[in-house]
């Protein structure tokens, strides 16, 4: 088990026993950093605390439902749910089809009907548990339909509804559910460079992209920012590369502005401002321009959960950030 999981995992059972009737939980954290393998580290230890068997692969219990994503085939007949590892590689746009099978885009809500009707037969043993994979997937009649099977289930059940931001679910959902915030613990890196850094937050997507080449230049964006920032190269040069890199690259650029936002204030001698030092050495920008920076890029990914064409997404991230780094 990984040192961050298990810090979760300690935060959260001090929080939840699990002893009355129905929980609604809410896990929030960035993608890619372990959430999904913290639920199934809860729904292991409550099996083993309450005597029920739990197979290797705990979506074959009985009384554990899964939802995310379906996947269809090419006359639109759903397949299946695609998996966690699945939704990284299509979330973060290293994958747009699984096994040459569409991807839909939406949690629709005849998905959460057929939920509705899982938790209103009685549990085999004691709780349901529901694990909704990403929250920011539910369409609109999804989410109404699940607000109504977060008030009226008959069956004692827990739901754990996990997104990378909360701002995706409706006010409605979140009044009705508990808030856990999945902990990132920078203070013990120990690497060198920000592709360390970045990779140490999320440790799931170095799993998930092992043996593929899906990250393998993204070690160069450090020294592309540079050369922006120095004026020693057309932006759209990077805009093929960058399109190639994926959705992810978003969240790279977010982090890294991040690091160069926060790092005066980090504990001097510490690892991550090291980092923060090597990075301000070759791109200086004040706090002014960093936040600038980081509010344009927040609304770049808003726009990712769009139709955009991506293309013209890049061309225009990097025309942009070209011009806020000079």
Known sequence: MQKITEKNLKIFQKQYSFDKSNYNIIVSGINGSGKYQFIEHIIKDYFKANGIHCPQDILGHPDVYYVSLPLYDKTGKHLRIINNNERLLY????????????????????????????????STYKH????????????????????????????????FLLTSDKKHLKDTILSRCHNFNYVIDD???????????????????????????????FDKTENELKLMFEKKINPMELSESWRVRGNILIDYLLSFFAILLKGRYLTRG??????????????????????????????CKKDLDTNINKKFFFDNLLIVLNKNLY
């Open 91 to 122: 979330e973060f746009g290293f994958e747009e089809k699984i096994e040459g099978s569409r991807v839909g885009t939406e949690i629709t809500v005849d998905q959460i009907r057929e939920l509705s009707e899982f938790t209103s037969i009685t």
């Open 128 to 159: 349901k548990v529901i694990i909704i994979n990403n929250c920011k997937f539910l369409n609109k009649g999804a989410t109404a339909a699940l607000l109504k099977t977060l008030e009226e289930t008959n069956s004692d059940s827990i739901f």
């Open 187 to 217: 203070d013990s890196f120990k690497g060198e460079s920000f592709y360390d850094y970045y990779m140490s937050l999320v440790p799931r997507i170095k799993d998930v992209v092992n043996n593929t080449d899906y990250m393998a230049d």
């Open 270 to 299: 510490c690892q991550v401002q090291k980092l923060y030092r090597s990075l301000y050495d070759n791109i200086s920008l004040s706090p002014e321009r960093t936040i600038q920076i980081s509010r344009f890029l927040i609304k």
